[in-house]
């Protein structure tokens, strides 16, 4: 069944979504694809760039995010409140990095406009204030550059994505939590890369060399490519709490990693002793939390998160059942 978008992001609810993009036909189209005897891999790094150009245009954050080769994942953190204390100059400085600047606005910046000319220029103005804080735009301003210039390079026309994005409301830390690991351990559970550090084009690779960076000092590292900003985790600033994501790096890694063992060896049920604490502190059920990291594990609809906050979901977006309750019931106890 097909939902409005309003009904599947929802500011009041959360800040934090999980999008999905995926190639048509699920073709290959930044990979290797063997029938054509091309490696399209580099178009990775044009995710990575445009991801990079966006974040310093849009009040929307990346938590986590996970390029594979035929679609990909973001986890991201929308600040309303920030994008509404931008000065009206910064948010037209900020739109015209993507977008022309129209003649009301450009007379608007002069001081030239007349008092009607006045009031439709700070029209266009909060109306690109919205946009500059929505997911919809922001997917659009990725997905459509990524198209273009994929077809650009092919001498072709024609769709290059299956569909519109799809979204997944994370509605508490337990449903970010889950969002994240899931993720992060894309390259893990199709069999690309073993461990978190050797997955590549995902959030926790560019977070592992980030932190190697900072405890070597002493050592002689490569510096990055681009990769976009990443919102921090949790620090003991008490300031920095309404910033970041809302548990520790510390814990995260400890968490991924040890998934990404269960995800390997298909072990579950038998560690429960050594799993790690942020499990118990969020009560999140070991046994079912391996499950739902494994392949087409994820069995959440168009939220996540605990039952009372997805009872909460469905109301606000006026819907008598949500898909995933049953899970949720099940994996957050």
Known sequence: MTYARQT???????????????????????????????DYSHRKEWVLERLTQLSYVFAIDICAYAIMS???????????????????????ERWCRLFSKPAPVDRWEQGLCGEVEREVAEGIIELWRRRLCDVSWYMRSLNEHLARRANAEDQCTGRFWEGRFKSQALLDEAGLLTAMAYVDLNPIRA?????????????IYERIKTLKRAT???LE????????????FQSDDREELETSIPF??????????WTGKVVRSDKRGSIDPTSPSILQRLKLDADVWCGAMQPEGNV????????DSMHLHAQSVRQSWIRGVG???RMFA
Request: hydrophobic fraction near 40%; include cysteine.
């Open 8 to 38: 599947l992001v929802s500011l009041k609810d959360t800040p934090y979504y999980h999008v999905i993009a995926r190639c048509v036909r699920r073709a290959w189209l930044w990979g290797f694809d063997e029938y054509a005897g091309r």
């Open 70 to 92: 035929n679609h990909y994942h973001l986890v991201v953190h929308v600040d309303a409140e920030l994008a509404s204390r931008w000065a009206p100059q910064e948010v037209v």
């Open 191 to 203: 069999a690309i890369a073993e461990t978190p550090e050797e997955s590549e084009y995902t959030s």
């Open 216 to 218: 070597e000092e002493r």
């Open 221 to 232: 590292v490569r510096q990055p490519e681009v990769a976009p900003p990443l919102r921090s």
């Open 248 to 257: 520790s790096l510390r814990d995260y890694l400890e968490l991924v990693d």
């Open 300 to 307: 959440f609809g168009r939220a996540i998160g605990r039952i």
């Open 327 to 329: 899970a949720a019931r």
